[in-house]
């Protein structure tokens, strides 16, 4: 089979296709042919070597954990899935044994780990992570769903978001800044969204932002913000300078879930404002299997439909990361096998 192979930890120019074995599925396994994978910051980081899970002596190395296709085979002991299941899978990886997987949620395992292996012709992954993906849902828009808007999905429950709150979403086009968007808007809440492109904004706007700040710039986002009001709750997945500036803009009692570090990965923080305006920043990480879930039966109802900037075959899935590391895009890049 063929696969998207990271063979030099360079960036775009250190992808390559490549010829793989096909895998015959172990116990409690299935082989999905895979017909779409979407790929994540997540993914960047590894192939620009600025990732400590992978290094030259793992290579070659196929990432992309977003995998929707059809199930070709499954392993012994295997009930919940059969042979041409149309599936997602739901990355997550977990021992299943520590306290965290048996109390929950689940993304607090101890041993908290992703699938890898997506960006090919067929994945082996564990046939209990197969969510079932119902024809309504094509499958380029199955494999947007889990990294991006489950991860969106968990900041907002972590920040207790709900109807008519404002809800700060820096950095708001890309992937988990748009799911971000489109998830507050089905929760009834209004958004205030950053970016320095205006063309981006604008397609942001349509698809449910409320207040668009075209701006990088922390102080001259800040006064903006301020302009609109005190935001209730900040989705942070930018990290560096904009945790402080999130504190500084929320309001007494508000809350910052972060998820991400693409703006830097240590923050200075005015810790006067963070105990006296008894402010909360939660980390967060992914979400849980039953978010994945909810977030299917959310498209399949047309209540959400995840955005998709571009589709890349497999051959030029190295355009797919350079389009991702110029920030061209709004919203999900998928890679179609």
């Known amino acids: 089979m063929r696969a998207a192979a990271f063979t030099e930890l360079v960036g775009p120019e250190g992808l390559s296709i490549v010829e793989r074995p096909t895998h015959e599925p172990g ?55 059969e042979e041409g ?11 299943g044994h520590c306290r965290f997987c048996r109390e929950g949620p689940e993304n607090l395992c101890e041993s908290f780990s992703l699938f890898h292996g997506g960006l090919a012709e067929q994945a082996t992954v564990p ?9 309504s849902v094509d499958f380029p828009t199955a494999a947007a769903i ?38 507050a808007d089905v929760l009834g809440a209004n958004t205030v969204g950053t970016s320095s492109s205006a063309e ?12 668009a700040i075209e701006a990088t710039d922390p102080d001259t986002i800040q006064a903006a ?48 404002g963070l105990f006296l305006g008894h402010k909360q ?19 399949a109802a047309d209540e959400l439909a995840p955005n998709i900037d571009d589709t890349y075959p497999l051959e030029e899935t190295a355009d797919a990361f350079r389009a991702m590391k110029e920030r061209d895009s709004v919203g999900k890049l998928v890679v179609t096998v």
């Not at 207790?160 to 748009?178: H, R």
């Not at 981006?200 to 207040?211: C, P, Q, Y």
């Not at 301020?226 to 809350?255: I, K």
Request: glycine share 14%.
């Open 200 to 211: 981006k904004l604008a397609t942001v706007e349509e698809l449910g932002l409320d207040h």
């Open 27 to 81: 116990p409690g396994e299935a082989v999905v042919d895979v017909r779409a994978c979407s790929i994540n910051r997540h993914d960047l980081w590894i192939l620009d070597g600025d990732s400590a899970m992978v290094s030259g002596d793992n290579l070659p190395f196929v990432s992309g954990l977003d995998v929707a296709g059809e199930v070709r085979a499954v392993g012994d002991g295997v009930s919940t899935v």
């Open 225 to 272: 913000v301020e302009q609109v009001g005190e935001p209730d709750a900040v989705m942070n997945h930018l990290g560096g300078e904009y945790t402080d500036l999130g504190l500084s803009v929320m309001r007494r009692g508000g809350r910052m879930a972060v998820c991400g570090r693409t703006a830097g990965g240590r923050s200075e923080i005015g810790v006067t």
């Open 281 to 299: 920043i939660i980390g967060s990480t992914m979400g849980t299997q039953d978010d994945l879930r909810r977030l299917v039966d959310l498209t």
């Open 127 to 135: 046939a209990d992570r197969l969510v079932a993906l119902p024809d």
């Open 146 to 183: 889990p990294t991006a808007y489950m991860t969106a999905y968990h900041m907002l429950r972590r920040a207790e978001v709900g109807p008519a709150d404002l809800v700060f979403v820096p950095g708001a086009t890309g992937g988990v800044g748009v799911a971000c968007v489109q998830l």
């Open 85 to 95: 299941d149309r599936v997602v899978l739901c990355p997550n990886e977990t021992c």
